[in-house]
């Protein structure tokens, strides 16, 4: 067992149990390592573990500490004996295979990285928790002692790291120009690009007005390229390589229907601004005729001019007759509200007025169009039909004109006839021989047209195809990256000074030692079932060999007396054999159970049952001065 508490013992310390260096075996663990361990194994095994790693100095708290770990194993599965007992008042066995069996249910990392690769975000919460765990166990220095947050940690090697905020800088780009085309051998740099290239365009560094802003700004242009491409690509398997073209062609393409969708747009912008101010217009122009309507109409319906000129003249009239001492006359509010509300009316009334012109107006240009339209059709049937009579008319008069003289015209009509189907003859056998080279040609050009497009289709299958395989591989790199760089930084985190060579040949001796034990085991098995082969033959052969010497003597037994002594000495022999053989079996049947006692003795021993009575024993004290002080304190208040 001494490999296995290894193991255990190796594990315990790399999840974080503080066990001593002087801890090799399960023999030394105390009552807080046990606790400790356990509680760490179940906070690997879940989050929702919420014991303390401590143990409580007082003995109900103890209890309630040991009854919740074994809870806790029981929900996981561990169906052995297992209570508070087991943690308090341990032995070496229990305590082994509860930790075992604890350490079977951890998840196995390795495992679960090799067959799933870990991404990007996985790597990085893998990665802030190691520096977390690294800030926790390292010792806190002043703000002081260090420069923009800079310390060093570690022993071999010693690493510099950045601690608080003093030293980061907000994240806050600008736009960054780099030579296009430049590093492209095919391609052909203008003179005009590469003598400002070389004379006024910055370095990288110098064009961020901030040296601070010289990396954020590298990372987004660097950013805008690689998702800029990605776009690309994808527009290009997914409508490009489907239209035939090449990609010159088809971003001219592109380029056509961008501009002629911004100029229709624009259009129509510009066709909405002109009817929105033909629109204004109008209303200017029907508000200025509403006015020039009111001038019109007289005194009762005079704008807001006539009516302040009125009251102009009405003040100069009043102040008139006040000079030639006659009695002022003012308008009472009554009456001026009185004269608003007739001038509201009378508005209100023309604004009636105006609107029903318009209506009727609206109602007789919707009819005039109906009548428009309706008269324009009449016209063009009338037009075609006019036609048609012309055309019949032409027809008629030639007929009638031929009449005079039928015969000769007959004669005439018919050789026009015949010489326009000879005509005929001749030109559709000219027709003949040119149609069917051109049908064969025609042919011939339809095949290869068809084969070329089947060619077409099959090079874009497997265009198609070898994309979908480099993308299939690029995934499969970038997941092999991802592993490659979590094996690494586990292989980072782990001890550097463990002998693995040594480990490899103890599991490999450990082995051999087991092989060796096994063809033993079988070269007793088989020699155990030799023997019992033997001893079943011979007890067989005695049998019988009895039965006949038995029925030998018994014959003779009646005729001599020295006969019948031999038979009785031979029943006496036999009897007494049969005695010795139980004995014997009898005799290894102790030995065994003395052996079974002595492994039961050992196994109490290691149990510290003694040692474990005086613990319960001193912690049963312990809990009665518990409750005695407990009974004080409350008898007390």
């Not at 996981?76 to 508070?84: A, N, Q, S, T, V």
């Not at 907000?170 to 003179?191: A, L, M, N, Q, W």
Request: one cysteine or more.
């Amino acid at each position: 067992m001494e490999e296995v508490d290894n193991i255990i013992i190796h594990t315990l310390r790399e999840i974080g149990c503080g066990l001593d260096d002087d801890v090799q075996s399960l023999k030394h663990f105390s009552t807080e390592n046990i606790v400790e361990a356990t509680v760490k194994c179940l906070r690997v095994i879940g989050d929702g573990v919420n014991i303390s790693p401590a143990l409580p100095p007082g003995m109900s708290a103890r209890y309630r500490v040991g009854t919740q770990l074994a809870t806790s194993c029981q929900e996981l599965g561990f169906r052995g004996d297992i209570g508070y007992q087991t943690f308090l008042y341990s032995n070496e066995a229990d305590i082994r295979r509860v930790l075992m069996f604890l350490m079977e249910k951890m998840p196995k990392e390795t495992a679960e990285a090799a067959s799933e690769p870990m991404g990007k975000s996985a790597m990085l919460k893998r990665s802030i928790a190691a520096e977390l765990d690294k800030q926790m166990k390292s010792a806190w220095t002043p703000s002081y002692c260090k420069q923009d947050g800079l310390c060093w940690r570690g022993t071999k090697p010693r690493q510099w790291h950045r601690e608080g905020l003093s030293g980061v800088k907000r994240f806050h780009s600008c736009p960054v120009r780099t030579p296009e085309g430049v590093g492209d051998i095919t391609k052909k740099t203008p003179k005009e690009f590469k003598r400002y290239y070389d004379k006024h365009l910055q370095p990288l560094t110098s064009q961020p007005p901030q040296s601070s802003q010289v990396v954020p700004s590298v990372l987004e242009a660097n950013e805008l390229s690689v998702t800029a491409q990605q776009e690309w690509e994808t527009e290009w398997n997914q409508h490009g390589l489907p239209s035939r073209l090449s990609q010159e062609d088809y971003k001219a393409r592109k380029r056509q229907r961008l501009e002629k969708r911004i100029s229709d747009q624009l259009r129509q912008a510009i066709q909405q601004e002109t009817s929105k101010a033909t629109a204004g217009r109008d209303l200017l122009q029907m508000l200025s005729s509403f006015t020039d309507r009111g001038v019109g109409k007289g005194v009762t319906k005079g704008s807001r001019f006539t009516h302040t000129e009125k009251l102009q003249f009405a003040q100069d009239e009043e102040t008139a007759a006040q000079m030639m001492g006659e009695g002022p006359r003012v308008d009472t509010e009554e009456e001026m509200q009185r004269k608003r509300e007739e001038e509201v009316e009378q508005l209100r009334g023309q604004l009636e007025e105006v609107t029903g012109q318009l209506q009727s107006l609206d109602v007789e240009m919707k009819k005039f169009t109906a009548g428009i339209q309706q008269m324009e059709e009449k016209v063009n049937t009338e037009v075609r039909g006019r036609s048609d009579k012309e055309e019949a008319y032409k027809v008629k008069k030639r007929t009638l004109d031929l009449l005079p003289d039928a015969e000769n015209n007959i004669t005439k009509l018919q050789g026009v006839v015949d010489g326009s189907s000879q005509r005929l003859v001749n030109l559709a056998q000219q027709w003949e021989k040119h149609r069917v080279p051109l049908i064969q040609q025609y042919r011939e050009l339809k095949e290869l047209n068809a084969n070329r497009e089947s060619q077409s289709e099959k090079k874009l299958e497997e265009i198609k195809s070898l994309r979908e395989k480099m993308k299939e591989v690029a995934d499969e790199a970038r997941g092999k990256d991802d592993v490659y760089k979590q094996l690494a930084s586990e292989y980072e985190r782990m001890t550097k000074d463990v002998n693995r060579g040594a480990y490899t040949k103890r599991i490999m001796e450990i082995v051999g030692n087991i092989k060796k034990q096994k063809e033993e085991i079988d070269k007793i098995l088989i020699d155990t079932r030799d023997v019992q082969k033997e001893i079943n033959q011979l007890t067989g052969k005695l049998d019988r060999t009895f039965a006949v010497t038995d029925e030998l003597i018994f014959r003779d037994a009646k005729k001599d007396e020295a006969v019948r002594k031999a038979y009785k000495s031979l029943a006496a022999l036999h009897e007494n054999c049969e005695q010795l053989i139980k004995t014997v079996e009898e005799t290894g049947g102790i030995l065994r159970e003395i052996r079974d006692l002595e492994d039961q003795i050992e196994t109490e021993g290691a149990k510290k049952t003694t040692q474990n009575l005086d613990r319960i024993q001193g912690d049963f004290k312990q809990m009665k001065q518990e409750n005695s002080s407990i009974m004080a304190k409350l008898k007390g208040k």
